[in-house]
């Protein structure tokens, strides 16, 4: 698990909005970014080692200084806007010519400020929170969040390159085009947008720190698209991921849960806190769904199934059922089954069966709001493993080229690490790192290299060698594949 970073981000406001309808500045991230690429968000990122060099008037401490410089650079670095004193006396001009030299490296930001005596002041940055990526993320970050006044005579310009585009949007356009399934983010700009959808009000940074997840506490109910909720739960799994996915979809009646992996009974217990909640509001549970066999995904199965009696069936994939020992499945799903949830909206998901990584593998597919579950075939964070004889590499290229061809994907939901937004880059990705893989493994095998271990070592440059025998496993099941396509 990686410590959280500190970083900064900014809530822009538009000058003289309409405090009874705000608008902010929003940007969408690059679909090519690693990192939350094709999310909503707010400009921002991570602190960099200068941004305590500044001076910040008014800040109450060295801490909350570093903060605000950060969040400062950021919003010149991405927006072009820059919230200094003494900054409305540069033209359009200079501060392009400036903002040329900060991101080209050629002047640091505190030199910046000093050269063109620029001062920040801690009254121009209204602390709204403090959030922390939960652990389930490959990339962990400690934001704090500031509103800030967009400057008169200054308007944002997104900075090509980690952003590909950012508008000015009313709060409730933004809330409503999350709700709508247009678009995809994580909880701090969910809850910001939301939060001033109420308005600007006096009372309005209060109501932005009136949840805990807002004063650090770490978030486990993430919705990065309406009902459907992720919530990573801690489990032996393989490293670097530390925890599972499990996912709740929900209308206003119905509740079905995917993969309950966690054996640990803190995280059960969590789980069926939030099961609770939901149903209090006047849902019910009617399946447990398990994506594929494997320990991480079905640990809390029975410990659930325990909890919620007999309203509950648990469904798998045949060949799912038939490898579990101590879990019994109900229900089979085979390809092509529909899952139909009752209530408002209404959901229907597609099974897909998706060998590869597990023989019984399924992955799921929302067809009117574009989201696959996709289990263990693509992930969040880490990469799959295919371990023969569950795993079978001719199975898993087939998989991903099949969840290659559904159309209009606008999410990939995976048992590991955060929502994917960028759907087919992913697929694109996995598909060709496979290939990859292949072509060197052939080229190393017609230059004689004859044993697996041998040819990890030849091949697999990249990874640890404490991964060595994880990479076995996956040579091994790409040897079988060129061996069935007649290549060695
Ligand atoms: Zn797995």
């Known amino acids: 698990m990686s410590l959280p970073k500190d970083a900064a981000a900014v809530i822009l406001l538009r000058q003289n909005t309409d405090p009874s309808n705000p608008e902010v500045f929003w940007v969408k991230r690059s679909d090519k970014l690693a990192f939350l690429g094709g999310f909503y968000a707010f400009a921002g990122g991570q602190i960099d080692p200068t941004d305590s060099e500044v001076e910040v008037k008014n800040a109450p401490n060295p801490e909350t200084a570093m903060m605000i410089s950060g969040a400062a650079r950021e919003l010149f670095e991405e927006l072009g806007v820059l919230v200094a004193h003494g900054g409305e006396l540069l033209t359009k001009g200079q501060r392009a010519s400036l903002l040329d030299d900060l991101v080209s490296g050629r002047v640091s930001w505190p030199a910046l400020l000093q050269h063109y005596e620029l001062h920040l002041d801690a009254n121009d940055f209204a602390y709204a929170g403090r959030w922390v990526t939960p652990p389930f993320s490959p990339r962990r970050f400690d934001t704090w969040f500031f509103l800030v006044d967009c400057p008169g005579k200054q308007e944002p310009n997104v900075t090509p390159g980690e952003l590909s585009s950012g508008e000015w949007i009313t709060a409730k356009n933004a809330v409503a085009r999350w709700s709508n399934g247009e678009v995809t983010a994580v909880p701090p700009t969910l809850h910001a947008l939301k939060t001033l959808t109420n308005g600007i009000t006096p009372d309005l940074v209060d109501r932005f720190l009136s949840i805990p997840q807002a004063r650090g506490e770490i978030v486990q109910r993430i919705e990065f698209r309406p009902n459907y909720i992720c919530f990573p739960v801690r489990t032996p799994t393989r490293p670097p991921a530390t925890h599972t996915n499990c996912y709740l979809v929900y209308t206003s009646k119905e509740i079905l849960i995917f993969d309950p992996g966690s054996p640990y009974e803190d995280e059960q217990s969590a789980l069926a806190t939030m099961v609770n909640e939901l149903k209090s509001e006047g849902r019910r549970v009617t399946r447990i769904i398990l994506t594929h066999l494997h320990s991480d995904h079905v640990g809390g199965v029975n410990a659930l199934r325990t909890h919620l009696g007999d309203e509950v069936v648990v469904c798998a994939h045949e060949q799912t059922a038939d490898a579990l020992t101590d879990i019994k499945v109900d229900q089979l799903i085979s390809d092509g089954d529909l899952l139909c949830l009752n209530g408002e909206p209404a959901i229907t998901l597609r099974a897909l069966h998706t060998p590869g990584h597990a023989r019984g593998h399924l992955c799921f597919h929302d067809d009117e709001r574009g989201i696959l579950l996709t289990g263990d075939n693509v992930v969040g964070l880490g990469s799959v493993l295919i371990d023969p ?36 880059l992913k697929i694109d990705e996995y598909i060709n790192h496979r290939l990859e893989r292949e072509a060197k493994i052939l080229d190393a095998v017609r230059a004689g290299v004859t044993t697996p271990a041998d040819i990890v070592s030849a091949v697999y440059t990249d990874v640890s060698p404490k991964a060595y025998e994880m990479a076995e496993r996956s040579v091994i099941a790409h040897l079988e594949k060129l061996k069935v396509d007649g290549k060695i």
Not at 394 to 399: A, E, G, V, W
Not at 400 to 406: D, F, G, H, N, Q
Not at 407 to 415: A, R, W
């Open 389 to 424: 004889p569950q795993g079978n590499m001719i199975d898993y290229l087939r998989s991903l080229a099949r969840m290659r061809s559904i159309s209009d994907l606008t999410v990939l939901f995976g048992g590991h690490g955060p929502a994917m937004a960028a759907p087919y």
